[in-house]
């Protein structure tokens, strides 16, 4: 006696559960595929704003170190800070509560922040000014280049860019020491002109349009004496500060 054979497929129960199955499996996937995305985003972001922010920082804090090197070949000494406006360089200046501040400094030099030389093989007065421009761009203008030029973009993406001074109140004590950090709208107003300037305080808040994980609120940063609401649902921040003490002062006066 033969046995018959009976063939089956699957049920049509099992085939609803083997699909829904695979559409969990392909939507974990696709989660975990979209959250490595954002992942990489985020960190090429920080990496971004760590690198740039860096390098802007390291610019001027070295172009600040030599604020007010005398040449004695070149004439009169420059100002480390300056106070009144060159014929073509606006002076520094206090941007408030909500502003970017300008910061501009001078010394003898070769070249200006910009690169350019000087018009002759020695050295001359060099004049930088930093400034925050409309579209948040933090920018640096010599006054070497014939003509002068617009300036030239250090870094983009800047929310916030403030200065403070470091004073010295005490002066001919023989110790060099800041007591007291104030914007440049209070240099020549509320102290005398033999108080020197010592060092600077430098504040830098920088954006970065990679959108961040989740959802942020609105955020306080407070950048020297300025604070910043920023929006972090979109957009990544950091924070650069630092403080350069001046090598170039006169000793008399210490």
Same mark, same amino acid.
């Given at each position: 006696m033969k046995m018959s054979r009976y063939q089956a497929g699957f049920s049509l129960v099992e085939?609803?559960? %083997?699909? !829904?199955?695979g559409l969990l499996i392909t939507g974990a996937a696709l989660s975990l595929f979209s959250t490595n995305q954002r992942m990489f985003q985020l960190q090429q972001g920080e990496s971004e704003l760590q690198e740039q922010g860096y390098l802007a920082m390291r610019f001027i804090v070295e172009d600040v170190r030599i604020a007010g090197f005398h040449d004695l070949s070149?004439? %009169? !000494?420059?100002?480390p800070v300056i106070n009144a406006s060159s014929p073509s360089i606006p002076a520094s200046s206090d941007g408030g509560n909500n502003g970017n501040d300008r910061m501009t400094i001078s010394y003898h030099g070769f070249r200006d922040c910009e690169g350019n030389p000087s018009a002759s093989t020695s050295r001359r007065e060099i004049i930088n000014t930093y400034w925050v421009d409309d579209d948040g761009q933090l920018k640096c203008r010599?006054?070497? !280049?014939?003509?002068?030029? =617009?300036?030239?973009? &250090? &870094? %983009?993406?800047v929310e916030s860019f403030q200065v403070l001074y470091g004073m010295d109140t005490t002066p001919y004590d023989q110790i060099a020491f800041a007591s007291q950090y104030v914007p440049a709208?209070?240099?020549?107003?509320? @102290?005398?002109?033999?108080?020197l300037v010592?060092?600077? /305080?430098?504040?830098? &808040?920088?954006?970065? =349009? !990679?959108? %961040?994980?989740? =959802?942020?609120?609105? /955020? =306080? @940063?407070y950048v020297l004496d300025t604070s910043k609401e920023v929006d972090t649902s979109q957009s990544l921040f950091q924070q650069f500060s630092t403080t350069v003490t001046l090598r170039n002062y006169p000793w008399s006066q210490i």
């Amino acid at each position: 006696m033969k046995m018959s054979r009976y063939q089956a497929g699957f049920s049509l129960v099992e085939l609803m559960v %083997a699909m !829904a199955l695979g559409l969990l499996i392909t939507g974990a996937a696709l989660s975990l595929f979209s959250t490595n995305q954002r992942m990489f985003q985020l960190q090429q972001g920080e990496s971004e704003l760590q690198e740039q922010g860096y390098l802007a920082m390291r610019f001027i804090v070295e172009d600040v170190r030599i604020a007010g090197f005398h040449d004695l070949s070149v004439g %009169a !000494a420059p100002s480390p800070v300056i106070n009144a406006s060159s014929p073509s360089i606006p002076a520094s200046s206090d941007g408030g509560n909500n502003g970017n501040d300008r910061m501009t400094i001078s010394y003898h030099g070769f070249r200006d922040c910009e690169g350019n030389p000087s018009a002759s093989t020695s050295r001359r007065e060099i004049i930088n000014t930093y400034w925050v421009d409309d579209d948040g761009q933090l920018k640096c203008r010599g006054n070497q !280049a014939v003509p002068l030029t =617009s300036g030239v973009t &250090l &870094l %983009a993406g800047v929310e916030s860019f403030q200065v403070l001074y470091g004073m010295d109140t005490t002066p001919y004590d023989q110790i060099a020491f800041a007591s007291q950090y104030v914007p440049a709208d209070q240099l020549s107003t509320h @102290f005398a002109s033999d108080h020197l300037v010592l060092s600077l /305080k430098i504040g830098i &808040l920088l954006k970065n =349009s !990679a959108p %961040a994980i989740g =959802s942020g609120p609105e /955020k =306080s @940063f407070y950048v020297l004496d300025t604070s910043k609401e920023v929006d972090t649902s979109q957009s990544l921040f950091q924070q650069f500060s630092t403080t350069v003490t001046l090598r170039n002062y006169p000793w008399s006066q210490i």
